[in-house]
């Protein structure tokens, strides 16, 4: 299916259903926004307790579109309602991912750990009033330097082959879904990887596509959102709200045709015949 017809196939569908698909985007902004704001007043659990249940929302929002695209009953609330019921399920899929990725998270958390004793190290220099510190500070980061270089180097390339192999398990959760969350996370992640064969390209193209839209999308909510404070006197939330609205039009589109050209690669049904744990190919019909 090309690119084309999936982003008119996804308008045609909201032309008639837009408007409980922008009731779903505003519970989600408004969970997403006091969410963080609140989790975040509370030390160490309070981001914890954000992340795993921002998970489980991403997972929500896929189920909710293929729903919608599928002219199931897709409740918005179900976006909240479903969150125990989905927990499991959808850190299932991440861990599925992470076991395929992990490589390559390791080498990040290595890469910024290092990065960071950097900047400590620098503030050092910003921060010390004695002569002495700041010309020890200075040697540290002149012996430093050496290493921050091939640092940057190692991150810029693990990027793009990650990007890369990420890409193979961008369905994850529709195939956990479609297959009625009985998968294990790894079984769905190698399904994933096969329909994503020689299909990665595609689905490049087709996100990227959306860019020029999410920049305008930003754009117009900056300016509204400045304008709005300068009147109201309350930047952070006016500026979330304005960026909401112009998100309404956006994402049901993004994940509509995310379901469509995900439904063009799978067919009617998902079946995983085989699993083979050293990597071996898992067959889909």
Known sequence: MERAQIKEEAKGILKSKWKNSAIFVLIYGAIIYLGSWLLNLIPI???IVYLVVSVVLAYNMIVYFIKFKRGEEANPLDLVTTIPANLKVAWKCVWGIFVKMWPYFVAYIISYAILTFIQLTANDVINSRDGLSVLFALAGGTVLLPILVPVLIIIIIITIPAIMKGLYYTFTQYIMYDSGNTMTGKEAAEASKVMMTNKRGKYFILALSFIGWAIVAGFVGGILGN???AIIKWQPLIS???????AILLVPYMQLSMVIF?????GNTVEVKQ??????PVQMQ
């Open 240 to 246: 979330y709200i304005t960026y909401i609205g112009t």
């Open 275 to 280: 699993v083979d744990n050293n990597e071996g």
């Open 45 to 47: 659990v309070g981001p």
């Open 227 to 229: 304008i709005a404070s």
């Open 262 to 266: 995900y439904e063009s690669l799978k």
